[in-house]
């Protein structure tokens, strides 16, 4: 699921950054929806990364909470990058 959500957020993002280049004007919080999709994107790609290295090992324990939480920032950062995709579409 999160290999999903990183695809959506990426496709999300180049769909904003190509409605970006045709706006006439921009909207006051489309840059910091854009910084905030990116920082947790990428925290939530270094848990998501974490999370299956400690799976390979049979001796690790991986709690529900670290999965959720990969899982609700996955959601999150695709929530926030089609935000800034679409004030982008609508500038």
């Known amino acids: ?3 999903c959500f990183a695809i959506a957020t990426l496709c999300s993002f180049w769909a904003g950054m190509r409605h970006r280049r045709r706006a ?3 909207h006051c919080c489309q840059a910091g929806f854009l910084i905030a999709a990116w920082i947790i994107f990428a ?5 998501a990364l974490i999370i299956l290295v400690l ?3 049979q001796d690790n324990t991986i709690y529900p909470e670290v999965v959720w939480s990969a899982l609700v920032g996955s959601i999150l ?3 926030l990058m ?3 995709s679409e004030m982008a579409r609508r500038g």
Do not use: H, I, K, P
């Not at 925290?43 to 848990?47: A, D, K, Q, V, Y």
């Open 1 to 3: 699921s999160v290999l």
């Open 24 to 26: 006439r004007e921009r």
């Open 43 to 47: 925290l939530t790609s270094m848990n």
């Open 55 to 57: 799976a390979f090992d």
């Open 77 to 79: 950062a695709w929530m």
């Open 82 to 84: 089609f935000g800034y």
